[in-house]
């Protein structure tokens, strides 16, 4: 699904458009603004249901009307709300039973946004019957491009644990256990007394007096993925009855560990996310590339579209530092090199009043008399330019394995490290692939893996048998794998994998693993190779026994002095790599570039540290994004026409400190 899908001639650029809140004069002022920028897509009512429906049944659409003609006139496509994501103070003044409850019993209120229990058949009545009203209304209207349904699913409430919720969870355990006997055997409830007579017996894991069931816990982030998915589907299919060709959007956040991205992403027609910055990682363009990249996976490979970023500052950070000069262009452009059909922000208008006044906008408090909005403007120019680009596919020759459960299940309750956190390495593999130019995929476990040269598998603490075997089997052929650590320990019921760790992957990988030896915060070993290379490295360590493997870097010191900690083991026609620690970032480089260099893995282009390679491509013609995040002027080898400035590139495309370059045949 491309941005031509929704009706537009190039890529996506525009914002959430919040109307309702100023008055009618502005809109005018809104349409020309936003011809000005070359804005040819806004998202619109998402937040707006109290003043769709001020009372339960009675709807008003004049307004909204109004806006939708307004926009047409403008030429600029409508992705239309469902306006779901947050009710109006009505519905949980009149049923309670709406409002979500926390593990600790306290009932969240109206006042914020998003108070339903996802669980909730109230509240999905309600929110089907304005989608319902919204489709017959709008179907057919020039402006409509796509239908955005809630917003950023379990943003605020991921999981909810009311009575209602109760009943709705052991209904689910029903459908997946079909009796007491085996969820107590998934669950492990021989412990502590902890075994289920009748599977009535079951709630929600509420607050409770020492560690709950870490399985009970993982089913319950299953079920409240489940659920919201459930609220998602319920509008999909009231407006898929009504108008079948438009497609159909959620915004996700691909960072979050809210929902289980990869059941949902199926579900969509286009795949949508959001990103905003976090000012303090040193490295958060690379932040963004991973961001960019999980969504372009959630695509399965295809492009998708950056519905969420900020022009600017945002205000629910600590401290809301605003981008620099150049940097909105420069970070929207890493989103379409990594396969977003556009740019979209949050929001339009800045906000005067309420807790986001202080969230930057593509029109500032300032107006449009600011440097922010020439910058608005030029990016609405470029990407103008960059029309073609519009659903090209990206070059990857790596895969790195995500997945929400095993993150669920790795970050539980009672593991052997605070310190050990999901995402960790696979930041970490990512970071140093990017440094070396080398863009990555991000796939599911059970992804085909066959097209790639090398597959990176970073603290995949949980995952199946027949994941395990498809992995074990991509080596087997003649692939390339690399594993970290905390990785095959568990089944898919959070049971550890006996005989020595790491159980599903102990074979392919060539080691044994007697025991964890976590080191205490603070605490550092040193690294050193067969080759007189030495490094760094915290958080984890193991007693880890050669099983077939070679080792490639012991330790030098500590706990675990003269173990292998990097290993590489022949397997079959390929190679399969264990990471038992947690590297330092050189010690990480230089290890993936050997990696690499085994498996025949190549960088985009040649770029010097700080700028970014990404290739995209289409059936005819292939576009080269160089991005310089450094303050120094770069060049990178490359013969085409630079689409951003209209210029021949021959040999080299030359960059100022910060500059961007999409070099068309590059
Ligand atoms: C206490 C409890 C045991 C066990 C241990 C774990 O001693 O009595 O049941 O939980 O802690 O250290
Ligand atoms: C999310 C939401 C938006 C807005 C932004 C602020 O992405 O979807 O409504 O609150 O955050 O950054």
Request: net charge negative; hydrophobic share 40%.
């Amino acid at each position: 699904m491309t941005s031509l899908a929704l009706g537009l001639r190039g890529l996506a650029h525009g914002g959430d458009y919040n109307p309702e809140q100023w008055p009618r004069e502005t809109w005018r002022d809104d349409i020309e603004l936003m011809r000005q920028a070359g804005v040819n897509l806004v998202t619109l009512g998402v937040f707006s249901w109290a003043w769709l429906e001020p009372e339960p049944g009675r709807y008003e659409f004049d307004w909204l009307d109004e806006v939708m003609d307004l926009l047409a006139g403008g030429g600029i496509r409508v992705d239309l709300a469902t306006a779901t994501a947050s009710p109006p103070a009505w519905l949980g003044q009149r049923f309670p039973e709406t409002l979500p409850v926390t593990a600790e019993g306290t009932v969240l209120g109206h006042g914020s946004r998003q108070a339903y229990c996802p669980s909730s058949p109230v509240f999905r009545a309600h929110a089907g019957a304005l989608a319902e009203q919204l489709a017959s209304r709008y179907r057919g209207h020039e402006a409509l491009a796509m239908w955005h349904v809630g917003n950023e699913y379990g943003c605020h409430v991921t999981c909810c644990w009311c009575d209602v919720s109760a009943a709705a969870f052991r209904s689910w355990l029903a459908d997946r256990y079909g009796s007491a006997e085996a969820l107590n055997e998934a669950w492990g409830t021989a412990f502590w007394s902890q075994r289920y007579g009748d599977l009535d017996q079951v709630l929600p894991p509420r607050a409770t007096p020492t560690f709950p069931n870490p399985t009970h816990q993982l089913d319950f982030r299953r079920f409240s993925s489940d659920e919201l998915l459930a609220c998602f589907t319920n509008e999909r299919d009231v407006l898929r009855r009504h108008t079948p060709d438009v497609p159909i959007t959620t915004n996700f956040m691909a960072h979050s560990a809210s929902i289980d991205c990869w059941r949902w992403a199926p579900e969509l027609d286009v795949v949508s996310n959001d990103h905003y910055l976090l000012a303090h990682l040193p490295d958060n363009h690379i932040d963004l590339a991973f961001d960019a990249d999980t969504s372009r996976g959630l695509a399965r490979g295809g492009p998708w579209l950056l519905m969420e970023h900020s022009t600017s500052a945002v205000n629910w950070q600590p401290r809301n530092v605003p981008k620099l000069p150049g940097e909105t262009l420069r970070t929207s452009l890493q989103h379409v090199a990594r396969g977003s059909d556009g740019a979209m922000f949050f929001q339009w208008r800045q906000s005067r009043a309420g807790a986001e006044k202080y969230h930057s906008a593509m029109v500032p408090h300032a107006g449009p008399g600011s440097r922010l909005w020439r910058e608005v403007v030029q990016l609405g120019e470029t990407l103008r330019r960059l029309a073609p680009v519009a659903g090209a596919t990206v070059d990857a020759q790596v895969a790195l394995v995500l997945s929400w459960q095993a993150g669920w299940a790795c970050e539980g309750p009672t593991q052997p490290s605070d310190d050990v956190t999901y995402r960790d390495r696979a930041h970490a593999l990512h970071a140093a692939l990017f440094r070396q130019g080398i863009t990555v995929d991000v796939v599911p476990p059970d992804a085909d893996l066959s097209g790639y040269r090398l597959v990176l598998v970073p603290t995949l603490y949980l995952l199946t048998d027949a994941e395990a075997a498809s992995m074990a089997a991509y080596v087997d052929a003649g692939g390339h794998l690399l594993v970290t650590y905390f990785s095959g320990i568990v089944d898919e019921h959070d049971h550890v994998r006996l005989g020595g760790y790491p159980g599903a992957f102990r074979d392919l990988l060539g080691v044994r693993v007697e025991e964890f030896h976590p080191l205490l915060a603070g605490q550092s070993v040193r690294l050193r190779g067969d080759d007189g290379r030495t490094g760094e490295a915290d958080v984890w360590t193991e007693d880890l026994h050669l099983a077939g493997a070679d080792a490639v870097l012991s330790y030098a010191d500590g706990p675990r002095a003269g173990t292998p900690a990097v290993t590489r083991h022949a397997a079959g026609d390929g190679v399969a790599w264990y990471v038992a620690t947690r590297t330092d970032r050189e010690t990480t480089d230089h290890l993936l570039r050997q990696v690499c260099d085994d498996a025949g893995v190549s960088a985009a282009a040649a770029a010097p540290p700080g700028v970014e390679v990404v290739r995209r491509r289409t059936a005819d013609d292939t576009y080269l994004f160089v991005l310089n995040h450094t303050h120094e002027a770069a060049s990178v080898p490359a013969d085409g026409i630079d689409l951003v400035t209209g210029r021949e590139v021959t040999g080299s495309v030359d960059l100022v400190p910060g500059g961007v370059a999409v070099v068309q045949g590059g």
